[in-house]
């Protein structure tokens, strides 16, 4: 058991990289610390970290487009970092010609969740569509029943530089593709190709248990490395399409700083708010409340954006002070987790700092 640890998390700006290496780094003394890269305000990567460990493994978001879930299920979901989004359509033959579509958005307040075209951002996977489950239906053991997918591949990163202490995520359009998924064995077999083509690409994915999910890249036509194994992550940075509710029912919105917890893995948080009677350095073990970790078997967007401040007319985002979170990690161990910045000293966004501590 390690008894304290601060994390600090130096968002560093890389122009263009895909690091899919592990890293691990040695923390001989107590407040040491330990430098992940998201790669500044335009924040291209998405960061897992794994709290028992300190390891951190960094991943451009560009690198994959789906990921196939490893268990008992068959379900495949998108990469919600670019804001991808499909549309089933009526036939389950891939050679047919498709157009794209404009309506088939992953953000925007006129696309309603309901419409289905995104994953379901609580992370649960199980559903009948409708913005509820995966938006890829699950796959089935019949293969004239699973039908072919306009695919929005969403938007690239930008490489425009911000105002300070703001961020640019969204860059061009990516284009789309029609893909249909099958079944293989105890894996999946996808077919994709270009809107107009009459033929396509088809390969094939396997299941490896050790991970919630295999990725797939259209660009590089293979299997990627994205998450760290199920049981040695417990928080991912990255951008995020969620729901949100702007008066008339929940629509589909784009976030920047969002933080997922691994609900498929285990990992369990809840927040704490700061009252007089409780503070973040007074918390320990016994402070512990199981029952409130409930929430978050269902939703990997307990912290999500609720960290900070979302900004608005003449200000921008901020931490928020007034609360921390605790972690329950894959192993059971027990950490309290504090924001402490989200800009460096000039200001630049992409730049947090957070500290946590384990209890014993």
Known sequence: MKKLLFLSIALLSLASCSNDDDTKVEIPTVGATLSAS????????????????????????????????????FRVILNGSLKMAVKKLATSDITLPQTSDPSV????????????YVDNPTGVLEGAGAGIGTAIAEISATDDDNKVYLVNLGLAISTKQPGVGSVEVDG????????????????????YADLNSATFTEKTISKDAAYNFSYFSLTSGATVSVEPEKVKWDLNFTTFTNYVNMGQGEVTYGYADFITTNLKGGTKVYQVLVTDAITYAGFTKASVVEANFTASVTDQRIIGANWRNGGGPGSLPSIRTDRFYVVKDTAGNYYKVKFLTMTNDAGVRGNTTLEYAILN
Do not use: C, H, M
């Open 38 to 73: 998201v790669g500044g305000a335009n924040q291209p990567n998405q960061v897992y970290l794994d709290l028992s460990s300190q390891e951190s493994k960094s991943v451009n978001r560009t690198t994959w487009d789906f990921g196939f879930s490893t268990g008992a299920e």
């Open 105 to 116: 958005l992953a953000i925007g307040g006129g696309n309603a969740a309901s419409n289905g």
């Open 172 to 191: 061009e359009a990516r284009g789309w593709k029609k893909v249909r998924i099958l079944r293989s064995g105890n894996g999946y077999k996808i077919q």
